[in-house]
């Protein structure tokens, strides 16, 4: 009984702030958190408690987080989230025909769809041998780090050669009514010749603080093609920190478009590496930042191999004191001849208080290449809502349309139809919404 | 792929042969004892005679440098510099002040001869007092103020300037003839302890040039300054102050060479540009310090600071570089855009080959309403160079109608060097609209092909490409500038274009 007592008091007290609160809740859980029994992951998250505890949250002195600052994580206790029963909470609307669902982080397999090709990761472990962490850095890299310590539960999803795993969404809620931190950790491997389309969403309601730091590692195999929607819709108090990786071998794609639209302190970071010939990576992406909000995109994207196309265009609208950051650096290794790269960030200020930084970053080592990056900050065009207003359309309106259109270059360059009308759906009336 | 071949060949074969600044004048030398503390500061401040609040302002620099790291997060290699390992001044012998030409060393005037700075032409026409100084050969007259090692050794066209109400003259003579101008702007743009480069020139500066130009006045000639490093083991702090007062122009170029060694030698300049309500100033800058052999040994450290305050409404200052020597280039000339509707512009060329590294870029401040601001920077990588763009375009909320457009190239020739951009932006006002642009290239079969087609040889239709691809920048360099310029990116890529 005493046992049981203890569980529940570590369950609702708050931890201390900052990273000692993190690794003394890792103390307190390690026994309990999944695959403790596999000796290779009891030492990965050995390993990852210790690369957290030797850098501790990023501060502004490191460049890549220049523009943000981890203040409103590092100076708050957070608890661990009870396990709700609950079968009756109100879910958005599915954005596709298969949805699989994580509330707080664990798997939901009453709320889940069984024809979708996703498991449970914390109940097949096992085969997550030698998938899990071939990608994610943890020496680096703290807040993979203490995701790979602290991962509760998360999405497997292993195609085989030739598999078409269909449209999935990949729904995680964070049922925020106490300050929770949760660590999803998802993988995904696609063999060659394989297929899927994944609205990964990240959803969240109320105005309470808690923290969704997921961690996805996507291994693509060769002429595998897999597209990677995100929508992160966290809730107004939410902290969204998450980390993608991926790795793409010869003519395989990595399609992906990131939307932040919810959150109080957002920040998306992509690590990817196009490791064959001819391996293809889009990295789009918008945010739409309101008053109060703070969003990042963050890329990172390396040819490390000849002949390799990559295109990335990134949108933010800001309104009221928010604050957009893009930072986005394409590395091309000496061997990766004839890289066709391509980038364009884009910023739109809809309010004299917010405030815009941006930082695309090229490094080439190779010479026979092709990269140009553009990058464009304004406010909207008078003449463009004047032209509009003159043909009887309100102002608002007019905004409105100006807005969406900013916004509707990006959104299409998703080629999928189910993740485009998802991702078209959660951008369209939002500045109505921001009036 | 024979034409790329040949190219990347070529580059190999560019050696220190090409480097025709690489001699060495002997000349009877003044040192103070090698090593950097607090009494080699007194050292130089003595030496110099400067007033107590001078030898108080170098001693907090002291003070400042000592608690500071040398910065590391730029995109070069180098080994850590001994510091206590050098001579921070060093100046040829000779009687205090050279009153004319004449009671300058005449190896030193030979030196300038050799690099091509016509010292002594111009300073007979200087003699000549009054109308006599009529423009040789149809030339515009360029006014040169020579600094050999630490130490400024002659300044021409005095007299002329002079009439206009100009000063234009050494620092150190500044420091004793004009005290209460450089009191009141010397380190208002760049303070003792703006960074460790910036912190060390404070405390160890030896000389420099000064100029200041009064109200309405538009400068009659170009302002150049010639540095030389000579003497082993030395590092050279030269430090400008540059002033236009309201509705002034002045443009003001510079120029350096080092000899040939095999040891790096530390240039820590720093110069301050202020331009008040309606002035111009142009600053424009042929950086030919020895870049080192093919090996990558020896050279010049170039660790500069530069940087401008448009304090004035309408005032303008335009920064054009062409960086083609040292070992290692770590500078950003920038423009604090303080005035109304003030302009700031950088143009750059920087080459890297064999193994040298650039890390240079600008940065923009917009503080005021509708400032304006330019940036076109070109970077040519060759041999085993690394050529990094790195600038910041900062807008402020209150820089309502700020405009900032920026566009860098890159150009790699061969398969070993780099080529890097790192822009920054960050923007706070919702009127300011700010656009970059980037691309990186190589020169292609085709571009190469055309021009041969026509009979061009392979190293002319380089020469061309290359050309083509600085256009931008080189226009920006006023006419005597711009031919050398020219000269002297053939000659650093001279062995890469076949």
């Keep these: 009984m005493s046992a049981t007592g203890d569980i529940i008091m570590a369950e609702n007290a708050l931890t201390e702030p900052g990273a000692s609160g993190f690794l003394h809740r890792f103390e307190g859980l390690r026994a309990r958190l999944p695959g403790q029994r596999l000796p290779w992951l009891a030492a990965r998250r050995e390993a990852a408690a210790e690369a957290f505890r030797a850098q501790g949250f990023p501060t502004r002195r490191v460049e890549a987080w220049k523009y943000t600052d981890l203040a409103p994580l590092t100076q708050a206790g957070f608890g661990e989230a009870l396990t709700s029963v609950d079968g009756a909470m109100t879910l958005p609307r599915a954005a596709a025909p298969r949805r699989v669902v994580f509330v707080d982080g664990r798997f939901r397999p009453d709320l889940s769809d069984p024809e979708a090709p996703v498991r449970s990761l914390a109940q097949h472990l096992g085969a997550a041998e030698g998938l899990l962490g071939s990608l994610a850095r943890i020496e680096d890299l703290p807040l993979v780090a203490l995701n790979t310590a602290m991962f509760e539960d998360g999405a497997l999803i292993d195609l085989a050669p030739g598999e078409d795993g269909g449209v999935v969404e990949l729904l995680h809620v964070t049922l925020a009514d106490r300050p929770v931190a949760v660590h999803p950790r998802h993988l995904v491997r696609l063999g060659a010749g394989a297929k899927l389309v994944l609205i990964e969403r990240n959803w969240g309601h109320g105005e309470s603080r808690y923290l969704n730091s997921p961690v996805l590692e996507f291994e693509v195999a060769a002429d595998a093609h897999v597209t990677h929607a995100r929508l992160q819709q966290e809730g107004k108090g939410g902290i969204h920190l998450s980390t993608v990786f991926a790795r793409v071998a010869e003519e395989g794609t990595y399609d992906s478009f990131l939307l932040h639209a919810g959150a109080k302190l957002a920040r998306s970071e992509a690590h990817v590496v196009l490791a064959g010939p001819k391996a293809a990576a889009h990295l789009n992406g918008a945010q739409l930042l309101g008053d109060g909000q703070h969003g990042d995109c963050t890329t990172f994207l390396e040819h490390a191999a000849p002949d390799c196309p990559s295109r990335q265009t990134v949108k933010t609208v800001l309104a009221g004191k928010s604050r957009g950051v893009f930072q986005g650096k394409i590395l091309v290794d000496q061997i990766a001849q004839r890289t066709d790269g391509y980038q364009m960030n884009q910023a739109l200020l809809l309010s004299d208080q917010a405030e815009i930084d941006s930082k695309p970053q090229l490094e080439i080592y190779a010479d026979d290449v092709k990269c140009s990056h553009g990058a464009t900050v304004g406010e909207l065009d008078e003449d463009q809502i004047f032209y509009l207003r003159s043909r009887g359309i309100p102002e608002a309106t007019a905004r409105s349309l100006l807005i969406e259109a900013f916004l509707q270059e990006a959104v299409e360059s998703v080629a999928d139809e189910t993740a485009r009308a998802a991702l078209a759906e959660a951008v369209s009336g939002w500045w109505e919404k921001m009036a | ?498």
């Excluded at chain 2, 025709?20 to 003044?30: L, N, P, S």
């Excluded at chain 2, 012998?93 to 700075?117: A, C, F, M, N, Q």
């Excluded at chain 2, 050794?153 to 101008?181: D, M, Q, Y």
């Excluded at chain 2, 890297?352 to 890390?359: E, I």
Aim: hydrophobic share 35%.
């Design chain 2, 1 to 498: 792929m024979p034409a790329v071949t040949e190219t990347i060949d070529a580059v190999h074969s560019v050696t220190n042969s090409t480097y025709k600044y690489g001699f060495e004048t002997d000349i009877d030398m003044d040192f103070a004892p090698k090593g950097l503390n607090e009494d080699i500061v007194r050292f130089i401040s003595a030496k110099k005679g400067e007033p107590e609040w001078l030898l108080e302002w170098r001693l907090k620099a002291f003070a400042l440098w000592k608690t500071m790291a040398e910065p590391r997060w730029a995109a070069v290699k180098f080994p850590p510099i001994d510091y206590q390992d050098a001579y921070y001044y060093a100046a040829p012998k000779k009687k205090d002040g050279p009153k004319s030409l004449d009671e300058v060393d005449p190896e030193l005037l030979r030196t300038y001869e050799k690099l091509g700075i016509p010292l002594k032409e111009q300073a007979i026409l200087a003699g000549v007092e009054g109308a006599g100084e009529s423009p040789a050969e149809g030339r515009m007259p360029v006014a040169v103020d020579a600094v050999f090692d630490s130490v400024s050794v002659a300044t021409t066209f005095k007299g002329r300037l002079e009439k206009e109400g100009i000063i234009f003259c050494s620092i150190s003579e500044a420091v004793r003839n004009h005290p209460e101008l450089v009191r009141q702007y010397l380190g208002t743009v760049v303070p003792q302890g703006d960074n460790f480069y910036a912190a060390l020139n404070s405390a160890v500066f030896t000389d420099g040039s000064f100029v200041y130009i009064p109200k309405g006045v538009r400068c009659p000639m170009e302002l150049s300054t010639y540095f030389r490093i000579n003497a082993k083991s030395t590092g050279q702090f030269e430090r400008t102050l540059i002033i236009a007062d309201a509705g002034a122009h002045v443009s003001y170029l510079e120029g350096c060479t080092a000899p040939m060694r095999d040891e790096n030698q530390l240039h820590a300049a720093v110069v301050e540009l202020v331009a008040l309500d309606d002035a111009t100033i142009k600053y424009s800058t042929v950086q030919n310090w020895y870049p080192g052999d093919e090996n990558g040994k020896g050279g010049i450290y170039n660790f500069v600071t530069k940087r401008g305050a448009c304090r004035g409404a309408r005032s303008k200052i335009s920064w054009t570089q062409v960086e083609t020597g040292s070992s290692i280039t770590w500078k950003y000339p920038s423009c604090i855009l303080q005035g109304d509707d003030s302009v700031g512009e950088f143009y750059s060329v920087a080459i890297t080959n064999n193994w040298q590294q650039a890390d240079t870029g600008t940065k923009m401040f917009h503080i005021g309403k509708n400032t304006r601001s330019t940036i076109i920077s070109k970077g040519i990588s060759a041999g085993q160079g690394q050529n990094t763009y790195r600038g910041l375009v900062k807008i402020s909320p209150k820089a309502s109608g700020a405009r900032n457009f920026t566009q860098c190239d890159s150009l790699l020739i061969g398969d070993k060097c780099g080529a890097h951009t790192v822009p920054y932006i960050e923007n706070r006002c919702m009127t300011a609209k700010v656009e970059h642009e980037a691309t990186t290239s190589r020169i292609a079969e085709d571009q190469l092909f055309y021009c041969r087609q026509r009979g061009l040889s392979e190293e002319d239709a380089v020469g061309l490409i290359v050309n083509g691809f600085c256009r931008e920048v080189l226009k920006e360099l006023p006419m005597e500038f711009a031919v050398e310029a020219q000269k002297l990116l053939q000659i650093s890529l001279e062995g890469s274009v076949g």
